[in-house]
């Protein structure tokens, strides 16, 4: 019984000396400045593939995996973006690379870049609920200032093209409208944190809340009653959007009486250091 005991007691304390293997083999990106200072919140993409944000250390976590080698594209407004191939191995590693501030010295004025650490009390929530999809707790797409900044629309709506959950349907006028996917029902559209409503009210008007005229084989947009986006919202304006598709999961200070289609928000800023 004693030496059952020992054995265990060993097996227990060599346990304890040994790192969990999972925990060994995390591999991260991390993404600083000229001066080794992390930029927060930069946005990632890996292979194309969805956009993340580095954390506070600036840092992504890319979990475990076989060697592999990706494309990597980085940036943050204020700094020179970086794009090219990295091979992350199949044990723990920390990967880095570097993004040169686009502040230049001219004569004797010094332009500098804002600190990407520094937020607008939105944007800094904007950037709390992105990680907290990260983390798996909130079902959304976050659209970030750098990606906005790369595609530069013309009307903010061809921001919204191509996302999981959003139909765009267009009216007599050819003015587009945000509806859940598969639905004829109305996404509720909120600005800087504000609900914005048609002209007949965001409770609704002849053709209902959705938006919509009913009891027609195809829906016809009735516009007193559908918020128009591109009329309402300037694209230049805009900072950040985050889109929650009907049936998902959002955060309390974004919830309206009317979600059961989803809630698109738009926050407006400069986008520019």
């Known amino acids: ?30 993404v600083l400045s000229v001066d080794s200072v992390p930029i927060v919140y930069a946005f990632v993409t890996f292979d194309g593939g969805d956009g993340k944000i580095t954390d506070d250390k600036g840092e992504i976590s890319l979990g475990t995996g076989k060697t592999k080698t990706l494309t990597v594209n980085a940036r943050r407004i204020g700094f020179q973006p970086w794009f090219g191939k990295l091979t992350f191995p199949d044990t723990a590693a920390v990967l880095t690379v570097t993004l040169p ?6 004569g004797d004025v010094i332009v500098t870049g804002s600190s990407s650490a520094t937020q ?62 598969d639905s004829h029902c109305q996404m509720a559209i909120m600005l800087d944190g504000t609900r914005v409503c048609p002209a007949a009210g965001c409770d609704g008007g002849t ?6 005229l009913r009891g027609l084989s195809k829906p016809i947009i009735n516009d ?12 230049a304006s805009v900072e950040a959007i985050e889109v929650y598709p009907r049936g998902g999961n959002m955060p309390s200070s974004l ?3 009317d979600q059961a289609c989803g809630v698109i928000a738009f926050w407006t800023g400069s986008r520019k250091p």
Not at 101 to 106: F, K, T, Y
Not at 123 to 143: E, H, N, P
């Open 255 to 257: 919830s309206v009486s």
């Open 101 to 106: 501030s686009v502040a230049q010295r001219l």
């Open 120 to 181: 607008s009390l939105p944007l800094k929530g904007f950037y709390d609920r992105w990680t907290m999809r990260q983390k798996g707790l909130l079902s959304a797409v976050f659209i970030s200032p750098e990606e906005i900044e790369f595609r530069h629309p013309n009307k903010i709506t061809n921001m919204l093209n191509g996302i999981n959950g959003v139909s765009l349907v267009r009216n007599e006028k050819g003015d587009q409208v945000a509806v859940g996917n």
């Open 224 to 235: 007193a009653s559908a918020v128009i986006i591109d009329h309402v919202i300037d694209a």
């Open 1 to 30: 019984m004693r030496r059952r005991t020992v054995l265990i007691a060993l097996t227990i304390a060599a346990s304890a000396a040994i790192p969990s293997a999972t925990h060994a083999q995390i591999r991260k990106l991390r």
């Open 207 to 212: 053709g209902g809340p959705t938006g919509f």
